[in-house]
């Protein structure tokens, strides 16, 4: 059964990056016909896409956070990344990796998502 | 951009009832149109693909359906595991996507 897990700092500094690492476990990231995502839900609100990879390493991100988003894959440790920089207050969120089909872009699973504060 | 909109926002309602929640898209997305259940403090999770496909383990009280702007997301009668928030995600410009702002259903 595949499952995914974040992993990363709670606390991040006004202006600094936010670095977060999605490990897959039970199954391969290399796999075709998926694409591994990044989603966030500020406390109390709705969710948001913030960007996707795939194996390869081709990427796509939400134009409204494009500018500040770099996603990352490492085959080799089952991993990818995010790197979100210059964060304020409103980039506190949990924060949930999650793998989608390429068709519809349904998702499943999720991972169980982590906090992320950003404050001083 | 494609613009999701959920009504209602929020609902009561009781153990046995039918509930309907709708999402319409700003534009036709065809079938591209997934539904999620997120219950407080976890993850969502899938239960509509494609806009009616019931992915796996999913009861068969819940079902979706629509194309085009219009969709639909009905649970036939209300179990208290099914207090929680719903989530419409359209995905008609692969692999990006945007969401539903959630229709929220708890205990009348």
């Known amino acids: 059964q595949l499952q995914l897990q974040e992993s990363g700092p709670g606390l991040v500094k006004p202006s600094e990056t936010l670095s977060l690492t999605c490990t897959v476990s039970?199954?391969?990231?290399?796999?075709?016909?998926?694409?591994w995502g990044w989603i966030r839900q500020p406390p109390g609100k709705g969710l948001e896409w913030i960007g996707s990879i795939d194996y390869s390493g081709s990427s796509h991100y939400n134009p409204s956070l494009k500018s500040r988003v770099t996603i990352s894959v490492d085959t080799s440790k089952n991993q990818f990344s995010l790197k979100l920089s210059s964060v304020t207050a409103a980039d506190t969120a949990v924060y949930y990796c999650?793998?989608?089909?390429?068709?519809?872009?349904?998702?499943?699973?999720w991972g169980q998502g982590t906090l992320v504060t950003v404050s001083s | 951009d494609i613009q999701m909109t959920q009504s209602p926002s929020s609902l009561s309602a009781s153990v046995g009832d039918r509930v309907t929640i709708t999402c319409r898209a700003s534009?036709?997305?065809?079938?591209?149109l997934n539904w999620y259940q997120q219950r407080p403090g976890k993850a969502p999770k899938l239960l509509i693909y494609a806009a009616s496909s019931v992915h796996r383990g999913v009861p068969s009280r819940f079902s979706g359906s629509g194309s085009g702007t219009d969709f639909t997301l009905t649970i036939s009668s209300l179990q208290p595991e099914d207090f929680a928030t719903y989530y419409c995600q359209q995905s008609y410009i692969s692999p990006t996507f945007t969401f539903g702002p959630g229709t929220k259903v708890d205990f009348k």
């Open positions: 534009q036709s997305i065809s079938n591209y």
């Open positions: 039970g199954g391969s990231i290399s796999s075709s016909n998926y694409y």
């Open positions: 999650a793998r989608h089909f390429d068709a519809y872009n349904w998702i499943d699973p």
